[in-house]
C-alpha cells in the first residue's frame, strides 16, 4: 500500500490513493525471475498476455487484444514513449535494456490516455531505470546457455566533482534461433550490441539535470516473408535478414519552486532503421513539459504539454509499401489532472482529461474520472469511468500489403491487396473499472481488480472494387480489401494477485485472471473474420505462481510457474510453463546464478502471427543458461 508509482498521474502517489490497476516490478524481481530480455519480465504481470512469435518477436498486450504490433499498449522508457507510428506498437527486439539498471517496471492495465495521450487505451508499460548515482560501481556480466550462447554487460559509473554522476555500459548477445512447426530450421536467430550513458547533475538545490542516450546495431534472421508471385501463384519464401541500428538521446530538467511546486521539462531525439520488407526509416523529436502544484490543502493538480514530430521514409517492396512512401506526422496535446480530497484521509477524486490533435485523425478527447475510499490505512476501494483511443498507424491510412496471387477460373491472373484507408478514423474504447486492495498484517497483501470495456469504431477490412493494374507484369486484376471502422465490441475480466510471506525467508506470489471478449461486425460491414480473429487471439484463463526462497544467507532458490489457455483463433493449445534458478552470492562482489526456463517440454507454441503470416512462429525452446556477475 506504501508502493509509490508515477505513471498513472504523472506525480508520486502511493498505491493506497492510485485508483487505477498497476502492477509494480521492482528490481529483486527482476534479478530473481531469471529473465533475459523485458518480455519475459513482463509474463508475472496479471492481466498482461506475453507470447513469444519465435526468437525475435513477441506479441503483448493487456486486456486482450494481442498481436504482433498490439497497437492499444503504450511503452514507455523513463518517460519516453517507445511506440512506433508505422505499425501502431512496440518494436520489442530492440528494447535491449541492461536489466540490472532497471529501478522498477509500473504496468497499468486500462486506459492511461487522460495522461498519456493516444494509444494507452488497454494498458501503459512504463520502465524507470536508476538514476546514476545508483550505479556507482564497475559491473561485468557474462554467460552463456543453449540458446543464448553468449551474452555480457560492461559498465561503469562514477561521479565528476560533487555534483554529477555518470554511468557508461556496453551490451551484446547472440540468440540461436528456434526450430518452426512445420521444419527443420527457422532461421530466426539473432545478435544485437547497445552502448549507451547516462549522467545527472546537481545544477542547484531547485534544479537537476538528465542527459542520457543510448545507440544499438544489430541483425537479425526472419526468412519467412511469404512474397507474391504473378508469374507462378503461390507463395515464395526468400531468406531474409534484417539489419537493425538506431539510438536515442534525452535530457530530463526538474526544477522545484517550493515543496507544494515543482516542474519537468524533457526532450527527446529518437531514430531506428529497419532493412525489412518495408525498409523503415524513422526520426523523431518530442517536446514534454509538466507542472505539479497543491492548490492548498485538499487539491493536488497536474497539467502539462506535449509537441511531437516524426518522419518517416521507406522503400516497400512486392509485399509491403506505404504509399507516399515518404510521411510526416506531427502531434500536440494538453492535459490536466485535478486531484480532490473530497474527505479528509478517506475520499480522493481525481478528475482530468487530454486533448490531443495529430496529423491523422484530428482532434480528440480523453477525459476520465477516478475516486478512491480508503476504509483504513490498509484497505481501500476504487472506480473509474474513462474514454481513450487508438490514433490510425501508417499502415491503416497508407500501406499496400499483396497477400497473395490466384488464377481466376478464364485464367487470368488475380492479386489479393489490402489497402489502408486516409480516411480511417480514432478507434476508440470507454473503460469501466473498479479494484479493491488490503493488507493482512505484515505477511498478506491482496489486489483485486475487474473491468468492462466498450469499444467503438475498431479497424474492419472492407471488400474494395476491383481493378485492373499493369505493374507487375503480367496485366492482372486487383481484389482489394480496404481499412474501414465498422467493428464493435465489449470485453469484460477480473485480475487477482497477491503477495503472501510465508517466512522470513519466503515469499509467493500467485495470480490469476479471466477474460471474455466478443467483437461484431457494425451495420454495413462485411468483414466477418476480424471478430472471431480478435476474440481468439487471446487466453480466456491465466494463472500464475511466482516462489523465491533463500536457502540460506548466500543462496536464493526462485520458481514460478504459469498456465496459459488455448488460443481458439490461432488453434495454440494450453501450455504450461516452468522456470527456476539458483542464485549464490559468493561474495559481497560476485554471484552466480544457474537457470532453467520452459522445463516441462522440450518445445511448444504460443502464438500465430495473424498478419498473413508475414512472420512465421516457431516452437520456444527448452533452454538453460548461466550467468556470472562481477561488481567492483
Known amino acids: 500500500m506504501k508502493v509509490e508509482v508515477?505513471?498513472?498521474?504523472?506525480?508520486?502517489?502511493?498505491?493506497?490513493?492510485?485508483?487505477?490497476?498497476?502492477?509494480?516490478?521492482?528490481?529483486?524481481?527482476?534479478?530473481?525471475?531469471?529473465?533475459?530480455?523485458?518480455?519475459?519480465?513482463?509474463r508475472m504481470v496479471p492481466g498482461l498476455n506475453v507470447a513469444q512469435i519465435n526468437a525475435n518477436t513477441w506479441a503483448i498486450s493487456a486486456r486482450g487484444l494481442n498481436g504482433q504490433f498490439s497497437n492499444e499498449l503504450l511503452v514507455l522508457i523513463d518517460g519516453r514513449n517507445v511506440y512506433t507510428p508505422t505499425f501502431g506498437g512496440v518494436f520489442w527486439d530492440t528494447l535491449d535494456l541492461p536489466l540490472e539498471n532497471i529501478e522498477r517496471i509500473e504496468v497499468i492495465r486500462g486506459p492511461g490516455a487522460s495522461v498519456w495521450g493516444d494509444n494507452a487505451v488497454n494498458g501503459v508499460v512504463n520502465i524507470i531505470r536508476k538514476k546514476a548515482a545508483d550505479t556507482q560501481e564497475g559491473m561485468v556480466t557474462a554467460g552463456g546457455?543453449?540458446?543464448?550462447?553468449?551474452?555480457?554487460?560492461?559498465?561503469?559509473?562514477?561521479?565528476?566533482?560533487?555534483?554529477?554522476?555518470?554511468?557508461?555500459?556496453?551490451?551484446?548477445f547472440n540468440n540461436h534461433g528456434m526450430r518452426p512447426v512445420d521444419g527443420p530450421e527457422a532461421g530466426d536467430g539473432w545478435h544485437l550490441m547497445r552502448a549507451g550513458a547516462r549522467a545527472d547533475a546537481r545544477l542547484s538545490e531547485q534544479d537537476t539535470l538528465t542527459v542520457q542516450g543510448d545507440i544499438y546495431a544489430g541483425r537479425e534472421g526472419d526468412p519467412t516473408y511469404t512474397l507474391t508471385s504473378l508469374s507462378a501463384p503461390g507463395p515464395l519464401n526468400p531468406e531474409l535478414f534484417v539489419n537493425l541500428s538506431g539510438?536515442?538521446?534525452?535530457?530530463?530538467?526538474?526544477?522545484?519552486?517550493?515543496?507544494?511546486?515543482?516542474?519537468t521539462l524533457s526532450g527527446s531525439y529518437d531514430t531506428y532503421e529497419r532493412s525489412d520488407l518495408l525498409d523503415d526509416h524513422r526520426k523523431t523529436g518530442s517536446l514534454d513539459f509538466r507542472h505539479h502544484y497543491l492548490a492548498g490543502d485538499r487539491q493536488e493538480l497536474v497539467w502539462g504539454a506535449t509537441f511531437r514530430y516524426t518522419t518517416e521514409q521507406s522503400q516497400g517492396s512486392i509485399l509491403l509499401s506505404l504509399v507516399p512512401a515518404k510521411q510526416d506526422e506531427t502531434m500536440f496535446s494538453f492535459f490536466a489532472q485535478d486531484e480532490i480530497e473530497a474527505i479528509p484521509n478517506r475520499v480522493y477524486v481525481t478528475v482530468g482529461s487530454k486533448f490531443e490533435h495529430n496529423t491523422y485523425s484530428g482532434f480528440a478527447v480523453m477525459p476520465t474520472v477516478r475516486a478512491v475510499y480508503q476504509f483504513n490505512p490498509r484497505r481501500m476501494v476504487w472506480a473509474a469511468v474513462s474514454r481513450a483511443v487508438r490514433s490510425p498507424a501508417e499502415i491503416d491510412t497508407s500501406l499496400r500489403q499483396n497477400a497473395g496471387a490466384v488464377t481466376l477460373p478464364d485464367g487470368a491472373p488475380a492479386e489479393i491487396s489490402s489497402f489502408g484507408n486516409p480516411n480511417v478514423k480514432d478507434e476508440g474504447l470507454v473503460a469501466y473499472e473498479a479494484g479493491y486492495r488490503m493488507t493482512l498484517g505484515k505477511t498478506l497483501s491482496v489486489d483485486v481488480a475487474a473491468y468492462y470495456n466498450d469499444y467503438d469504431h475498431q479497424n474492419s477490412e472492407e471488400p474494395g472494387t476491383p481493378f485492373i493494374e499493369t505493374t507487375p507484369a503480367p496485366p492482372h486484376l486487383v481484389l482489394p480489401t480496404i481499412e474501414e471502422n465498422l467493428n464493435h465490441g465489449e470485453t469484460h475480466g477480473a485480475e487477482v494477485a497477491a503477495k503472501w510471506k510465508?517466512?522470513?525467508?519466503?515469499?509467493?506470489?500467485?495470480?490469476?485472471?479471466?477474460?471474455?471478449?466478443?467483437?461484431?461486425?457494425s451495420t454495413g460491414s462485411q468483414d466477418l473474420g476480424s471478430g472471431p480473429s480478435t476474440e481468439g487471439n487471446d487466453p480466456w484463463q491465466h494463472a500464475r505462481l511466482r516462489s523465491q526462497l533463500d536457502l540460506t544467507r548466500k543462496?536464493?532458490?526462485?520458481?514460478?510457474?504459469?498456465?496459459?489457455?488455448?488460443?481458439?483463433?490461432?488453434?495454440?493449445?494450453?501450455?504450461?510453463?516452468?522456470?527456476?534458478?539458483?542464485?549464490?552470492?559468493?561474495?559481497?562482489?560476485?554471484?552466480?546464478?544457474?537457470?532453467?526456463?520452459?522445463?516441462?517440454?522440450?518445445?511448444?507454441?504460443?502464438?500465430?502471427?495473424?498478419?498473413?503470416?508475414?512472420?512465421?512462429?516457431?516452437?520456444?525452446r527448452r533452454s538453460g543458461y548461466a550467468k556470472l556477475t562481477w561488481r567492483f
Open 6 to 42: 508515477t505513471s498513472v498521474s504523472k506525480k508520486e502517489q502511493t498505491l493506497s490513493r492510485t485508483a487505477a490497476a498497476v502492477f509494480v516490478i521492482t528490481q529483486d524481481d527482476i534479478a530473481r525471475s531469471g529473465a533475459t530480455n523485458v518480455p519475459d519480465i513482463l
Open 555 to 620: 543462496i536464493g532458490w526462485n520458481a514460478s510457474v504459469e498456465f496459459v489457455d488455448r488460443l481458439e483463433a490461432q488453434n495454440v493449445p494450453s501450455y504450461t510453463r516452468v522456470d527456476t534458478n539458483v542464485i549464490w552470492r559468493i561474495s559481497g562482489h560476485l554471484t552466480l546464478g544457474v537457470y532453467g526456463q520452459n522445463l516441462l517440454r522440450d518445445r511448444h507454441l504460443e502464438f500465430f502471427d495473424p498478419n498473413d503470416g508475414s512472420t512465421r512462429s516457431t516452437l520456444i
Open 502 to 521: 510465508v517466512t522470513s525467508r519466503w515469499t509467493l506470489d500467485p495470480s490469476f485472471d479471466f477474460e471474455r471478449l466478443h467483437f461484431h461486425p
Open 145 to 172: 546457455g543453449n540458446t543464448d550462447p553468449i551474452f555480457g554487460t560492461m559498465q561503469y559509473g562514477g561521479s565528476a566533482g560533487e555534483q554529477v554522476d555518470y554511468r557508461v555500459y556496453g551490451k551484446y
Open 247 to 263: 539510438g536515442y538521446v534525452q535530457s530530463i530538467w526538474n526544477h522545484t519552486f517550493s515543496g507544494r511546486s515543482d516542474t
